[in-house]
């Protein structure tokens, strides 16, 4: 199987030791603490779960910039995208070298992580600047990732991490959410060796289902594991229950038994493109595949990035970089004419309107008003969840 990045194995944050962990708790009700924003509380799951081996803590303001600039820590461990601990207000935790760190998405705000910390630093907006440009290629707050990261706050905390749950993730989500530790095993115990990771915040439809299945016959792979995210979206995305409930379906349905995995991670989307690509490629490699599926427009936002530009970020990393490979695809649609769904860019004697294409927007309108959407676009089975999805919430806002 291959290998976690920068490390021999994988080295999840999370005390599982039950003995250790109340001891912990027990501890962190002693300390001074900090209640995270979203963001950060996702780091400390991932840092948790292990995907974001090797790194064992939030990194400090030289580490992040030099992310931004170089996609290196100042120790050279290639990294995409800063993963930092970012406050407005460090009243609470000021001067002190071990802190409870509180989860913002749990009611009554419990204890996710105890840390030691290393350095609280001020981060200049000029610093800010760097790191948002850097990362997302823009400044514009119009980007929702732009405008979550600029108000995160200006000081920058520090420090190795022990993670003593897993938010809400492993509550809500407990058929789907796994650990790359978990998926990893599973994958070990499946005897897979050629893994296919796909990447979705978005239900399946054809496309996305028939891309899956290129991927596979082309690279001959054992298996799929389909990866969702499950963490916070910008306004207007799909529920994660939702998007859980249309992709198990699909593959239930039309997937041959054993070769997919549908599982999911928690994590906060950040829409910043390209560098969010390879982040999604080291942290599948972390989880044991051996390719990432890269479509157009891979964790994108409206017109920031050209389609392809997370693909063609794979062409400039160094070779070292990282073990998992890429799989490039196009854009897939129905083909009228072939009566199957094919990547674009290998169909020949094709004009737009052989294809069937809806977007995003008519698709909420179909089903917001109990249109069905094309078979060709959509299983049945899913747009039927979809659509009784859609009417909930139009009862819901009369």
């Known amino acids: 199987m291959i290998k976690p990045h920068g490390a021999d194995s994988l080295q999840p944050l999370l005390v599982t030791d039950a003995e250790e962990q109340q001891a912990l708790l027990t501890e962190a009700e002693g300390l001074p603490s900090l209640t995270l924003n979203s963001a950060a509380a996702a780091n400390a799951v991932m840092l948790g779960g292990g995907y974001f081996t090797p790194l064992m803590g939030f990194m400090n303001l030289a580490d992040a910039l030099s992310v931004a600039k170089n996609m290196q820590t100042v120790d050279g461990l290639f990294w995409p995208v800063p993963v930092i601990n970012l406050t407005d207000d460090i009243s609470s935790v000021d001067g002190a070298s071990r802190i409870a760190l509180r989860d913002p998405n749990v009611d009554g705000n419990p204890v996710i992580a105890v840390m ?220 009228k004419k072939l009566k199957r769904v094919i990547m674009m860019r290998e169909a020949e004697n094709h004009v737009p309107e052989d294809y069937v294409i809806l977007s995003g927007t008519k698709v909420r309108e179909m089903l917001g008003q109990g249109i069905a959407l094309p078979p060709e676009f959509a299983r049945p089975e899913v747009a039927e969840i979809l659509m009784a999805h859609y009417r909930s919430e139009a009862a819901k806002a009369m």
Not at 200 to 216: S, V
Not at 265 to 289: C, I, K, S, T, W
Request: hydrophobic share 40%.
């Open 116 to 335: 030691d910390v290393s350095a609280i630093e001020y981060v200049s907006e000029e610093q800010l600047d760097t790191m948002t440009e850097q990362v997302y290629g823009t400044l514009d707050t119009g980007h929702p990732g732009v405008a979550v990261f600029r108000s995160l706050g200006n000081y920058c905390i520090a420090g190795p991490l022990q993670v003593l749950n897993l938010s809400y993730f492993a509550t809500d989500f407990g058929d789907t959410f796994k650990t790359a530790v978990e998926i990893r095993n599973e994958i070990a115990k499946r005897g897979w060796e050629i893994v296919v990771a796909f990447q979705t915040r978005n239900p399946m439809h054809r496309a996305h289902e028939e891309l899956c299945r290129i991927a596979q016959e082309r690279l001959k792979a054992d298996g799929i594991v389909v990866h969702m995210l499950l963490g916070k979206l910008k306004a207007g995305d799909i529920p994660a229950s939702v998007r859980d409930a249309c992709i198990r379906k699909m593959v239930d349905e039309y997937f041959a038994e054993n070769t997919v995995m549908v599982n999911g991670y928690g994590f906060d989307m950040l829409y910043a493109g390209p560098r969010e690509a390879v982040l999604h490629a080291l942290f599948r490699q972390n989880m044991g595949a051996s390719h990432l599926i890269v479509g157009r427009d891979h964790a994108g936002a409206g017109d920031y990035y050209g389609p392809f530009d997370a693909q063609t970020i794979f062409d400039n990393l160094p070779d070292d970089a990282l073990e998992i490979e890429i799989f490039a695809a196009d854009h897939t649609a129905y083909s």
